[in-house]
Every structure is written in C-alpha cells, then in structure tokens.
C-alpha cells in the first residue's frame, strides 16, 4: 500500500524530526499537525515540512496512513480514545514515546489494539521542541517497534518498511523487553549523571573548585543530565518498575566496588576495570543509541587575537551551523584546545573538510 498522507500529534523534536525526515526523502506525502504550540506548527508551515496545520484531532486526520502520536504520554489516553474513529485496516496508529508498557497496557483489548505499533527512535538531544527538530536525527539510529499482540504481520511489515525507508534501522521486540533494555542503558544512565551533578553541587565549596575544573571526563558522563527535567520525570514514573529493579542492581554493583577498595582488593579491583574497558570498547561505532549523540571536534589553536572569530568565519561562511564552541581550559583526557559541536552529522563531516583544508590540526573521538 502507497503512503500518500502521514498525520502528527504532537510536533515537537521527534514528531517535527520524523516530519522533516519524510519531507526529504520522500516530498510527495502530504503531511498534517496538530500540537497545542501554535508556534511550531506556523513554523512548520513557514518551513514547508507539513501542508496543513490542524485546529484538533478532527476530519483532518482522515485518509492517514499513519498517525504518529508524538504527544507527552501523560495525554495519550485523551488522544487515544479520539484516535480510534481514525485507525483501521488502512490507517495504523503508531507512537514514539521511550515507555511502551504504559500505551501498550491501555489499549489492549480495545478496538485500537489490532491497529496500534509501538514505536521509539533511538535519538534525541539534550534540547526539545520543534526548533531543535533536524532532518538527519533518525540517520543510522535504531528504531524500536513493539507491535501489538493483535496487529498483523503484514501492517508490521510495511511498518519497518516506512522506518527503513527513513534511514533507521527498525528492530523488533516486545514491549516489556524493550523497557528493561531502554532502562538500562537510556532511563539509569539519565539519573545516575543528575545524581552525580547533584552529588557535585553539594560536595563542592564556596569558592565553586569543582565546578571550575570539572575534566573532560565529567562533562562526557554528565552531558545528559542537560536534558528534559520534565520528560525524565515522567520517563521514571512511567517505567517506575524497571528503573527501581535496575537501581537496585546498580546499587549491589557499587556495594561490591566498594568492599573492593575499602579490602585493598588490587585483583578484584583490576578485573572490573577491565572488564569494563573491554565491554565498552565493543560496543558498534556506527549505529546510533537511545542516548543522543554529540558531533563535536577538538582543535589546535594558538592563543591570538580573533583566531576563534577566524575560524567561526570559515565556517559560516559555508553555511555550516555551530551547535556550541569554547575553549578547553582542563584537557585531562582528550587533545585540542578548542571543542567545536555541530547539529549533524553532514555538518561535522564538512567543517572537518574545511579546517583540514585551512591546516588547523582536528581531533575526533
């Protein structure tokens, strides 16, 4: 079946990014929003990546495909109920959020059951909203599908079709499954990087020290504690029962650290460093996670006035974008004195280009 319309709830980074990813690569599908931010959706207008900006879930929404539901989950059940006069044989309901077991547990043995395919794009950024929203996010990223029970092979089918169709990469599983793996390597490291911050902020003096040297290892494993406070209040609440089996485990797995060092335990303490190291340093380079990923280089800069302002220049002046730039003062575990981060992919590649060609000295992790 032709994928000729696709409709949003919700138009915020993910939707707006999804929105935006079928808009490139596949222009001739008509595309409609609705969100309750009036500002994204004459946004999305403005920039062309929707035809049509909805006042509410009404007659507009006919004729979908798909419907993404991309609407904070505290509103999915007010969403879903208006959305089953929608779903059908040719119209299959999918949404994006990080917890499936909620959604998937409300609509079961409901008429939307047999027309709902859970969803989550493995991608994100510390930022939100419409704004942020990037036609590269779902680039080589996984994408979980957590069908419904009831869905048929053959909607799932053309449903991984669509997400291989936008350069993810779809992987099915059931939706308990996904939210014990989600929890462990998206939902804890979230709150062990807010816990390590705030443990942080409360050990450090008046003078503020820590926070003024905080190494370049601190920063790597604390970035996402930048994101939603928001979004991971309500990710914790609505994977309460996996994140509270994971801190359990993770706080037996410091117990046991602890009784290392606190015993002097030098083989012990070696074997889980090591092992460690060796189980991180296999995980796959190419494919993007559950975290967001970071396009960033390190350069070599000679400290004169305007070199910043030089290079800032050769790239703006080829129309790459720069996410953040500063000056590198504790370089405890990484080369360059300048940190240069862009929004995508494409552009790290070209500003790498770039500067190689001026001859600064790059370095990327």
């Given at each position: 079946?032709?994928v000729?319309?696709i409709?949003f709830?919700g138009?915020?980074?993910?939707?707006g990014?999804?929105?935006?990813?079928i808009?490139?690569?596949?222009?001739?599908?008509?595309?409609?929003?609705?969100?309750?931010d009036?500002e994204?959706?004459s946004?999305?207008?403005?920039?062309?990546?929707?035809?049509?900006?909805?006042?509410?879930?009404?007659g507009?929404?006919a004729?979908?495909?798909?419907?993404?539901?991309?609407a904070?989950?505290?509103k999915n059940?007010?969403?879903?109920?208006?959305?089953s006069?929608?779903a059908?044989?040719?119209?299959?309901?999918?949404?994006?959020?990080?917890?499936k077991s909620?959604?998937?547990?409300?609509i079961?043995?409901?008429?939307?059951?047999p027309?709902?395919?859970?969803?989550?794009?493995m991608?994100?950024?510390?930022k939100?909203?419409?704004?942020?929203?990037?036609?590269?996010?779902l680039e080589?990223?996984?994408?979980?599908?957590?069908?419904s029970?009831?869905t048929?092979?053959?909607?799932v089918?053309r449903?991984q079709?669509?997400?291989?169709?936008?350069?993810?990469?779809?992987i099915?599983?059931?939706?308990?499954?996904?939210?014990f793996?989600?929890?462990?390597?998206s939902?804890?490291?979230?709150?062990?990087?807010?816990?390590?911050?705030?443990?942080?902020?409360?050990?450090?003096?008046?003078?503020?020290?820590?926070?003024?040297?905080?190494?370049?290892?601190?920063?790597?494993?604390?970035?996402?504690a930048?994101?939603s406070?928001?979004?991971?209040?309500?990710?914790?609440?609505?994977?309460r029962?996996?994140?509270?089996?994971?801190?359990?485990?993770?706080l037996?797995e410091?117990g046991?650290?602890?009784?290392?060092?606190a015993?002097s335990?030098?083989?012990?303490?070696?074997?889980f460093?090591?092992?460690?190291?060796?189980?991180?340093?296999?995980?796959?380079?190419?494919?993007?996670?559950?975290?967001?990923?970071?396009?960033?280089?390190?350069?070599?800069?000679?400290?004169?006035a305007?070199g910043?302002?030089?290079?800032?220049?050769i790239?703006?002046t080829?129309q790459?974008?720069?996410?953040?730039?500063?000056?590198?003062h504790n370089?405890?575990?990484?080369?360059?004195?300048?940190?240069?981060e862009f929004y995508?992919?494409?552009?790290?590649?070209?500003?790498?280009?770039?500067?190689?060609k001026y001859?600064?000295?790059?370095?990327?992790r």
């Amino acid at each position: 079946m032709e994928v000729e319309k696709i409709g949003f709830i919700g138009l915020g980074l993910i939707g707006g990014s999804i929105a935006k990813t079928i808009r490139r690569l596949q222009p001739g599908i008509t595309l409609v929003a609705y969100d309750v931010d009036k500002e994204s959706l004459s946004l999305a207008l403005e920039e062309h990546t929707i035809d049509a900006a909805l006042g509410g879930l009404d007659g507009g929404f006919a004729g979908c495909q798909y419907i993404f539901l991309c609407a904070p989950v505290q509103k999915n059940a007010e969403f879903l109920e208006k959305l089953s006069e929608f779903a059908g044989e040719q119209c299959i309901i999918t949404d994006v959020g990080s917890v499936k077991s909620a959604i998937h547990e409300e609509i079961a043995h409901t008429p939307l059951a047999p027309y709902f395919i859970g969803g989550h794009p493995m991608a994100g950024s510390e930022k939100s909203g419409y704004a942020h929203a990037t036609p590269y996010l779902l680039e080589n990223a996984y994408y979980i599908i957590t069908p419904s029970g009831e869905t048929s092979p053959e909607a799932v089918g053309r449903f991984q079709q669509l997400v291989q169709s936008l350069g993810a990469i779809p992987i099915l599983l059931d939706y308990k499954e996904h939210d014990f793996v989600t929890g462990a390597v998206s939902h804890l490291p979230h709150i062990l990087a807010s816990s390590l911050v705030n443990l942080v902020e409360g050990l450090d003096g008046e003078d503020g020290m820590m926070k003024k040297i905080a190494a370049g290892g601190f920063k790597d494993i604390t970035r996402i504690a930048s994101s939603s406070p928001v979004m991971w209040q309500q990710i914790c609440l609505a994977n309460r029962e996996q994140v509270l089996r994971l801190l359990d485990a993770f706080l037996e797995e410091l117990g046991r650290i602890r009784g290392d060092i606190a015993g002097s335990s030098s083989e012990n303490l070696f074997r889980f460093f090591q092992n460690a190291k060796d189980y991180r340093d296999s995980l796959p380079i190419a494919s993007s996670g559950p975290l967001p990923k970071i396009y960033d280089v390190y350069c070599d800069m000679v400290d004169e006035a305007g070199g910043i302002a030089t290079l800032a220049t050769i790239l703006a002046t080829n129309q790459i974008s720069i996410k953040n730039i500063g000056i590198i003062h504790n370089r405890e575990f990484q080369e360059g004195v300048l940190h240069i981060e862009f929004y995508e992919e494409k552009s790290l590649q070209e500003a790498l280009g770039l500067l190689r060609k001026y001859r600064y000295t790059v370095y990327v992790r």
